[in-house]
């Protein structure tokens, strides 16, 4: 999986990059979502023909996330983006 901009169409100019500069971490385009208050930040994920392949017959999804020894922050998943559904 590759993270992928533009996070939302439409709102490119909203969006800014984590660890830009940082060449031990992939970049990521993040899009502000909510009040700055918040701290929602979405992102989009682009999945490889074999990953979507691996999804449909297996079914399985894994999420690894680094706290660095800090509490595990909230995180969801999902398919569609915030507001839009099935």
């Known amino acids: 999986m590759q993270?992928?901009?533009?996070?939302?169409?439409g709102h490119e100019h909203?969006?800014?990059?984590?660890?830009?500069?940082?060449?031990?971490y992939l970049s990521l385009p993040v899009l502000p979502i909510g009040s700055a208050s918040d701290g929602i930040l979405l992102t989009r994920w682009e999945l490889s023909w074999r990953e979507?392949?691996?999804?449909?017959?297996?079914?399985?999804?894994?999420?690894?996330?680094?706290t660095f020894g800090q509490r595990l922050q909230p995180i969801c998943p999902m398919v569609f983006p915030p507001g839009e559904s099935d």
Do not use: C, D, H
């Open 14 to 24: 909203e969006e800014i990059v984590l660890a830009k500069n940082q060449p031990e």
């Open 3 to 9: 993270p992928t901009s533009p996070v939302l169409r």
């Open 52 to 66: 979507r392949l691996r999804a449909l017959f297996v079914g399985e999804m894994y999420v690894q996330v680094m």
